[in-house]
């Protein structure tokens, strides 16, 4: 679910604003799901522009206490939900760890970096949420390790099917500054798509919601 629908809008607008999210229906982006798409969303050049940085990280700290409720741990997915993780530990003056999807290969071969201990509270940071898989095999490597999940935030979301049924599933709560829909609402209005353009979005998400 998305905060509310006036930050939905307003994260939306900074996205669009610094081209974080970019448009190409005919040379079609691949996810790292295999997924391929007319759309790609670049949330780590939000961390490039201080008043947007501190805007995400405002709202999600705002989130966490009216949502999620304050953790004992903030956990940030690798590589995209390190530095939003960190910024919001720091904000509300928590430890912070973060999780690989999968552990090393060399080294120690861990998957989680940083101290956790059985029982803490956790609020995970991710920086988008697309099929939901990768996200949530951290969620499932910090419950193995005894933490208790609160919930996962995220700037962005697809609003798959596949990922609103697997956080249903694993019985994670996931809160999103903005989504799939509103930031195509918001590119129309501010001429950054055309009607041909949301046509092809929309269909995009039909297809993959069947």
């Not at 509310?4 to 229906?25: H, R």
């Not at 970096?113 to 940071?125: D, F, M, T």
Request: hydrophobic residues 40%; charged residues 20%; glycine residues 8%.
């Amino acid at each position: 679910m998305i905060l509310n629908k006036q930050i939905a809008l307003q994260t939306a607008a900074y996205l669009l604003q610094i081209k974080a999210v970019k448009l190409s229906p005919n040379d079609l982006f691949t996810w790292a799901s295999g997924i391929k798409s007319p759309i790609y969303c670049d949330n780590r050049i939000t961390l490039s522009y201080p008043e947007i940085r501190s805007y995400i990280r405002e709202k999600f700290s705002e989130a966490i206490r009216a949502s999620l409720g304050l953790p004992d741990l903030i956990a940030g997915v690798a590589t995209g939900g390190i530095a939003q993780g960190a910024l919001v530990a720091q904000d509300l003056n928590l430890p912070f760890a973060y999780v690989r999807t999968t552990k090393k290969e060399h080294g120690l071969t861990n998957q989680i970096e940083g101290k956790i201990e059985k029982g803490q509270k956790v609020v995970v940071v991710e920086d988008l949420v697309s099929t939901g898989k990768s996200s949530l095999e951290v969620v499932t490597a910090l419950r193995e390790a005894g933490c208790i999940i609160n919930g996962m935030l995220a700037i962005f979301t697809y609003n798959l099917p596949v990922s609103e049924k697997g956080f249903h599933e694993a019985g994670c709560n996931l809160v999103t500054l903005t989504d799939y829909d509103i930031l195509i609402e918001k590119a129309l209005e501010i001429n950054y798509i055309t009607s041909g353009d949301l046509h092809i979005l929309q269909e995009f998400k039909s297809n993959l919601s069947k």
